[in-house]
């Protein structure tokens, strides 16, 4: 099942049909847990490359005797089943997670596609485990240093990449920013005609290789809204959305055009789990945290059965994305513009979650999406520009970040004050999208820039090879030339000695003759 990467060269968009797809759902079981295996629980669910089983556990059958199938078991078929319940043959570890999730996606989002992968489940069912990892080792984290190996072979083929990160959680229906340290709770969601909905003033930072990244890991993680339940110890109790959003650049020969530019992004959402607040045990904050978490699942969840239903019987029931951030924030995921993915986690044990979550998936599987790859042709001259512009702009940007700060906190302070927008706020707010705007433009002319220098530079430091190698080989034939004249020297020494030492043996011989027949010497 797993799609091997392609060459990295900017291809031309496919035809549409291959644009339309179904959301493609993958279900991954995890092994026991230690409280699981005190409990001498039993697995009940099997698997096969693509389908699933569920058998009903043993207390519950008895309760489900009334019905005709009773305890049968559910049997579910996906686009692949990721068995990771114990290390028996097609055991999925979390390489073979990315090889046979988080490969295809990246390499969509290369392709120029927006894409997504959200991980679905009950609490403790390993979705934090399956997107972020233990160490390093989960799908974001492979996804993001394929990523970064793959924009280094770009290079060789002319094309500059620039990746952005994002980093906010869903909590309590409101929208976090976590990559800003004083984050201020509640930003807004709006929705653009182009690009659908998304979160103003979310804060986006430029990333030069997968050790920029790790950082940003770092201080989003610890930002996220964790707490102690009695189903996991470190539980999300939020949604979390990654992004990357890559801007591929692709130059001519020479390195003076720009030739095509491509844009899309990778959207990585860990989901909040579902939650029954009697098994987690939750009161309080954390109550109404799990009430909120499972308003908006049931929210997606009636979004993906009437996009389910929309898809399969050609209606077209209006979805009620609004009702929940979540929904609005996944709309294009869900049903637009996207290439998107599902994983549901599920815990071996736990028939009434299990089977919950699979029947979500399951409704998942038949949303289907239109996929647009954005790519422009472009025909843009790049202007070379000297090191002092460059070292300005820096100053520029630095400038602009320190005004959009000061901009973010008097922002911030107002709306504490007043609760409401004023015509200053507007203001603010305005002349703020245009510094962000500003400050955007002109770090991607750097970047371009000084791509475009080191492209040259390195052209220059190949010339220069090849010109050194041609000194060499010229001093090497020079040297060549001259020992081919000592050697033709001495040869003519030689040749002059044999003519000598030859005319020496003629006389010789004229002598010898004359003394055995001196009439022969006086013919
Ligand atoms: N495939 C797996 N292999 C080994 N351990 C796993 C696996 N999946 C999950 N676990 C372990 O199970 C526990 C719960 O997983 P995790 O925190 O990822 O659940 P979750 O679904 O994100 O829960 P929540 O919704 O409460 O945040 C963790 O201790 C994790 O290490």
């Known amino acids: 099942m797993s799609v091997p990467l392609r060459s990295l060269a900017l291809s031309a968009p496919r035809d549409a049909d291959s644009n339309h797809g179904n959301v493609k759902v993958f279900v991954r079981v995890r092994p026991f847990l230690t409280r699981e295996t005190e409990k001498n629980t039993r697995c009940l669910v099997s698997m096969s490359e693509t389908s699933v089983t569920l058998s009903p556990e043993e207390k519950s059958i008895s309760s489900l005797e009334q019905t005709p199938k009773a305890g049968a078991p559910s049997v579910f078929h996906f686009d692949r089943a990721l068995w990771s319940f114990d290390e028996r043959d097609g055991f999925v570890d979390q390489q073979k997670a990315y090889h046979l999730v988080g490969e295809e996606y990246l390499q969509h989002t290369l392709e120029g596609y927006n894409t997504c992968i959200l991980a679905y489940g009950q609490t403790g069912s390993g979705k934090s485990y399956t997107m972020m990892g233990d160490s390093a080792n989960g799908l974001i984290p492979l996804i993001c240093q394929h990523l970064f190996r793959q924009t280094s072979q770009m290079r060789r083929n002319q094309v500059s990449c620039t990746v952005r ?119 309080g904050v954390r109550l109404k945290e799990g009430s909120n978490i499972n308003k908006s699942l049931s929210t997606l969840g009636r979004v993906i059965s009437i996009l389910s239903a929309n898809s399969t019987s050609q209606k077209n029931t209006m979805v009620p994305y609004r009702d929940s951030t979540l929904t609005w924030i996944l709309k294009e995921s869900l049903g637009g513009n996207s290439k998107t993915a599902m994983i549901a986690c599920i815990a071996p044990t736990d028939y009434e979650e299990t089977l919950s979550t699979l029947r979500y998936a399951d409704s998942a599987k038949r949303i289907t999406t239109v996929a647009t790859q954005k790519i422009s042709n472009v025909h843009i001259k790049v202007k070379m520009e000297d090191k002092m512009v460059l070292d300005d702009k820096d100053f520029e940007i630095t400038a602009l970040q320190q005004e959009i700060l000061g901009l973010q906190q008097v922002l911030q302070r107002q709306g504490e004050k007043e609760g409401e927008e004023t015509a200053l706020l507007g203001m603010y707010r305005a002349k703020l999208q245009v510094l962000k705007r500003s400050a955007e433009y002109f770090e991607d002319r750097m970047i371009m820039t000084s791509f475009r220098n080191e492209m040259l530079h390195e052209r220059n430091q190949g010339l220069t090879l090849q010109l050194d190698g041609y000194d060499k080989n010229f001093a090497s034939l020079m040297r060549d030339v001259t020992s081919v004249g000592h050697t033709m020297t001495s040869l003519d020494r030689e040749l002059g000695e044999l003519k000598v030492r030859s005319v020496e043996f003629s006389d010789s011989l004229q002598r010898d003759l004359a003394a055995f027949s001196p009439e022969a010497v006086f013919e």
């Open 165 to 283: 990160v994002s980093y906010f959680e869903i909590y309590n229906e409101q929208v976090r920013d976590l990559l800003c340290d004083d984050s201020y709770a509640g930003l807004r969601v709006r929705e653009s005609p182009s690009e659908g909905p998304y979160v103003e003033n979310l804060s986006e930072f430029t990333v030069n290789g997968y050790n920029d990244i790790e950082k940003y890991f770092a201080i989003g993680n610890k930002q996220r809204s964790t707490a102690l339940t009695k189903m996991n110890n470190q539980s999300s109790r939020s949604h979390a959305v990654f992004t990357l959003s890559v801007k591929q650049v692709k130059f001519s020969e020479s390195g003076d055009e720009i030739i095509l530019e491509k844009n899309s992004k990778l959207r990585l959402v860990d989901l909040a789990g579902s939650e029954r607040a009697s098994a987690t045990g939750t009161s």
